[in-house]
């Protein structure tokens, strides 16, 4: 999340009320690389993994080699470390500016991509999106928990980005092994392209923020060897969270995939109380 969303100190104030509160935290720790999983499940009486879903989607067309073409988050924790005066490490700088920057995808993410880039003086910003626009009025009738399609304008978006909406990337062009261009077409309301509409985009630099399939199942998970779902996924049902091990638990974006905040904080509530009930034998925690 960029400074210009939410300030740091606001994360530091959190950690040190969770701190007060009996938490201890571990930092710089990567669980399955930095130390291992199963000794880590074996040292406690219950381990709950809730880690993010964070294998992005890729791009899958030629041209996708060319330098200048970045997963939105290889782009965006550089610059809360400049923002923070802390090292990016031993990794070539990504950077916008005095560039003309396609961001594909048209979440939170996308957004957050580009208020980044202009504020790293980057000369345009145009982000393609392959759902169609949304209408300007949600539909009244709609319930829950079907979401009210309706047009949203992100505050980074309103600071000048193009927008485009029903676009599907078919190719990335290039020279001397950098991007100069992305090729796009339309594409109808069932995403097959429309003959006749393809057209072409200047492009120095290419963030790719189409979201996230599953987490990373190198290091801890592969360790641990817990069964997975179709997606992916760590398996584990909202009645207990229990994984294929009984002792390790899963909720969040771990067990049902890339989803909203809100989805965290209950199905982290939940998941606490079925642990407190696992290991007590009753508890008094809300579901």
Request: hydrophobic content about 35%.
């Amino acid at each position: 999340i960029p400074d210009f969303k939410m300030e740091k100190h606001l994360i530091d104030r959190r950690v040190e009320q969770l701190e007060t509160e009996g938490v201890t935290f571990h930092y710089n720790t990567n669980v399955g690389v930095d130390m291992a999983a199963k000794q880590l499940a074996e040292d406690h009486d219950a381990l709950i993994i809730c880690g993010g879903s964070e294998v992005p989607r890729d791009l899958p067309v030629d041209g996708r080699e060319f330098d200048g073409v970045h997963f939105a988050m290889d782009f965006l924790p550089q610059q809360n470390r400049r923002v923070g005066q802390e090292p990016i490490g031993d990794i070539a700088p990504i950077l916008a500016e005095d560039k003309h920057v396609i961001v594909i995808g048209g979440g939170d993410t996308g957004s957050d991509c580009i208020g980044t880039s202009f504020r790293q003086g980057a000369v345009s910003v145009t982000q393609l999106e392959i759902m169609p626009m949304p209408p300007e009025k949600e539909n009244k009738g709609l319930t829950w928990p079907d979401w009210p399609l309706k047009m949203r304008t992100s505050t980074s978006q309103e600071e000048g980005a193009i927008r485009d909406f029903s676009v599907m990337t078919t190719g990335i062009k290039g020279e001397d092994g950098r991007v100069t261009a992305i090729t796009c077409t339309k594409v109808d309301e069932t995403m097959q392209a429309i003959a006749g509409s393809d057209f072409e985009l200047k492009a120095d630099l290419i963030l790719l923020a189409m979201g996230f399939i599953h987490p990373v199942h190198e290091g801890m998970l592969d360790e641990l060897s817990l069964e997975r779902d179709g997606r992916g996924n760590v398996a584990a049902d909202t009645a207990t969270y229990q994984t294929s091990d009984a002792n390790i638990f899963a909720c969040g974006d771990m067990r049902r995939g890339q989803s909203l905040v809100v989805w965290a904080i209950r199905e982290g509530r939940q998941c606490a109380r079925e642990v407190d009930l696992a290991l007590m034998g009753e508890t008094r925690l809300p579901r």
